[in-house]
C-alpha cells in the first residue's frame, strides 16, 4: 500500500491507495501533518511507499520520520516520469502539472488529453497522443479573482464563491458573481474550443478545489475528477522503483 502525500501552502493532502484504489483521503493544515501520518500509519499498517510531492515548506521532522518507516520518493524535475517533457523550461515546471499529466498517462493512454486544474490557479496542460508534453496556460482562479477584486480596488467587498442567479448582474454583488464565475467558465469553454479545432479527439479533464462547482456549468463534454492529482502520483510511485 501506498502513502501520497501532497503538500500545500497551508494545507496538506493525504491518500492512502491500495493499487489503484483510495483507501482513506484527508487534508489538513500543514503544520499539523506528522501528527496525521502517524494515525495513517498506526491505522494502515500495510503502507511501505510514500510519495511526497511539495509545493509549501515541510518540516524535517516528517521527512525524518517518513524515511524511518517507509521507502520514500521525494518528486521533482528529476524523478522519471513516462511520458516526453517538451516544455521550453522544464525546471519550472510545477510538481502538481507534472502529477497531473502522469495521471491522464495512465488512465487515457495515446489520447490527445488536455487537463484543467481549477484551483489557487486554473492549469491548462496538455498531451499528445504520442506521450509528449507541449505545456499549456495559467491563469488566475476563482478565489484569486475575487481577492483581487476586492485588493485592489477601494469600494468592492471581497465575496464567497457563488453560482450568479443570472447573466445581466442587477446589484454591485451579482455583477461581480457574474463577472467572475462566467468570466472563468467562458474562458474554459473558450480555451477548449480552440484546443478542438485543432485536435478533433480531445479528451478532457477537470480536477481542482473547484471542478464540481464548475463542472455542470461548462457547455463541453469532460471528465470530472477531484481525486486526479492524487492518482497521478500514486502512479508515479508505482512508476519509480524506491531504493
Known sequence: MNLIIDVGNTRTKLAVFNNNKIENKTAVETKYVLNSIQQILETHTNVSLAIVSSVGLL??????YLKAHLKVLILNHETPVPFTNLYGTPKTLGIDR????CASVQQF??????IIDAGTCITYDFIN?????LGGAISPGIRMR???????TANLPLL????????IGNSTIEAMNSGVVYGVLNEMDGIINEYQTIYLDLTIILTGG???F???QLKSSIFANSNFLLEGLNYILQYNTVE
Open 214 to 216: 464548475l463542472s455542470k
Open 210 to 212: 473547484d471542478a464540481n
Open 98 to 101: 507534472i502529477a497531473l499529466v
Open 109 to 114: 493512454p495515446n489520447n490527445n488529453v488536455l
Open 146 to 152: 475575487y481577492q483581487a477584486l476586492h485588493n485592489q
Open 59 to 64: 518540516e524535517d521532522a516528517v521527512l525524518i
Open 160 to 167: 464567497d464563491t457563488k453560482m450568479p442567479e443570472q447573466l
Open 129 to 133: 497522443k504520442d506521450n509528449e508534453y
